[in-house]
Every structure is written in structure tokens, then in C-alpha cells.
């Protein structure tokens, strides 16, 4: 999915839309990409996304699994809110700069109630750029 189809799945809209596309999602997992443009909120002055930018991009593609699964279960038409409750372990090697095309993939570990616990993994080509595990409280 892309472009407008992107809105289905997640509930942040301009300027805060941080995924491009998701693709090739399984019932716990999903794959996102992201390329970096001038424009983008969290860009800063040396022409590089902000970790905060990062975490935001890793965060919006939990969301877009979690929209995708309520899509397919047909028990909403509108993607469910998140938030995020806690960042663990986020390690960022390099910050992604303008142009630059992020692509994350994102795993759901164990659910309890409506706190889901995730891993993401951000690359650009073969190169490990970031990692991440959240736990994701979805209303």
C-alpha cells in the first residue's frame, strides 16, 4: 500500500506521515519504507533525519501493521490509535539523510490487553541503521 492507501492503515496525517508504503505483511510482521525528503518535519539543519524522526517512522510502521490487521479483520474501517508507552533498547548507527530511502520491517511479540510489544529494524540497502523494541498501547 501507498500513497493515499497509507491513510488506512494509520491514524497520523500531514505533516506527521511517516510512512510511504507497507508491503508484504504477515499476521506479525510487516516491511515499510520511507524515503527522506527536505520537507519532512524531523529533517534537521545538517540535511539528516532526527533519531526522534526515526523512532517516529519506526513507530508510524507498528501502526500500519496494527491498521492492517484490523483492516483484514474487518472489525473497523478506521486504523486504531497507538501510543507509544516505552522505547527500549533503541540503537541508532547513522542517521538517514535527505533522499535517502529507509526501509524498516517491524515484528509483534506477545499481546497483553491492548499492550503489544514490538521489534523494528531500519536499513538503507543492506546496511543496518537502527533498531528498536516498543511496547504500544492500542486504544
Do not use: W
Amino acid at each position: 500500500m501507498r500513497g493515499k492507501e497509507i491513510l488506512k492503515l494509520i491514524p497520523q496525517r500531514k505533516p506527521f506521515i511517516m510512512v510511504d508504503e507497507a508491503t508484504d505483511f504477515t499476521e506479525n510482521s510487516c516491511q515499510t519504507s520511507l524515503t527522506v525528503s527536505y520537507n519532512n518535519y524531523f529533517v534537521i539543519d545538517d540535511n539528516e533525519l532526527s533519531e526522534t524522526g526515526l523512532i517516529e517512522h519506526m513507530a508510524q510502521s507498528a501502526s500500519a501493521l496494527a491498521g492492517y490487521k484490523t483492516l483484514m479483520s474487518d472489525s473497523s474501517d478506521k486504523p486504531p490509535v497507538g501510543i507509544i508507552g516505552e522505547v527500549k533498547r533503541f540503537s541508532c548507527e547513522r542517521r538517514p539523510l535527505v533522499g535517502e530511502k529507509i526501509k524498516t520491517t517491524i515484528r509483534f511479540g506477545m499481546t497483553f490487553g491492548n499492550v503489544t510489544l514490538a521489534d523494528g529494524e531500519s536499513r538503507i540497502g543492506e546496511e543496518q541503521i537502527a533498531n528498536i523494541k516498543l511496547k504500544i498501547f492500542i486504544q
